[in-house]
């Protein structure tokens, strides 16, 4: 079943924002007033994302985050992977498959976990930039 942590989530939005927000870097501060979140959590997801590329820091008075891709070049997946690494396909709640090959949810969970992948693969940054307006 999948798993999202709280910094793939805030990486989610975080990378978002920037996307929404392209005109100038934006500080780690006025992210984490827009999102509601701790400043410290918001600064290591994005010096993660730094360090594998996806988003890069601008030092100075002006300074702070901008993507370093284009948002159409970044994929749902790109974040995910960053943060919590390779997407698990878990096809059994409990880990070790008990019910002789015939799970008593189906196909319920390899389809759900397929349909994540897909969106994940598929869904592009820039399509979601709606979600957020220009930063204050």
């Known amino acids: 079943m999948l798993k999202i942590s709280d910094a793939a989530n805030l990486a989610f939005h975080a990378i978002v924002f920037l996307a929404a927000n392209p005109d100038r870097p934006i500080s780690n501060h006025e992210i984490a007033k827009a999102l509601r979140v701790s400043e410290n959590h918001l600064s290591k997801v ?24 284009p948002a159409d070049k970044i994929t749902l997946l ?11 396909h878990s096809n059994c709640l409990l880990g070790n498959p008990l019910c002789n090959g015939q799970c008593i949810l189906g196909g319920l ?5 397929n349909q ?7 869904t592009k940054i820039s399509e979601l930039t709606g979600s957020y307006g220009g930063a204050s």
């Open 46 to 69: 994005l010096q993660r994302l730094a360090k594998d590329g996806l988003v890069k820091s601008i030092r100075g008075p002006k300074g702070g985050f901008a993507l370093e891709k």
């Open 78 to 88: 790109d974040v995910f992977q960053v943060i919590d690494g390779p997407l698990a």
């Open 109 to 113: 969970l390899k389809n759900m976990n």
């Open 116 to 122: 994540v992948a897909d969106y994940f693969a598929t």
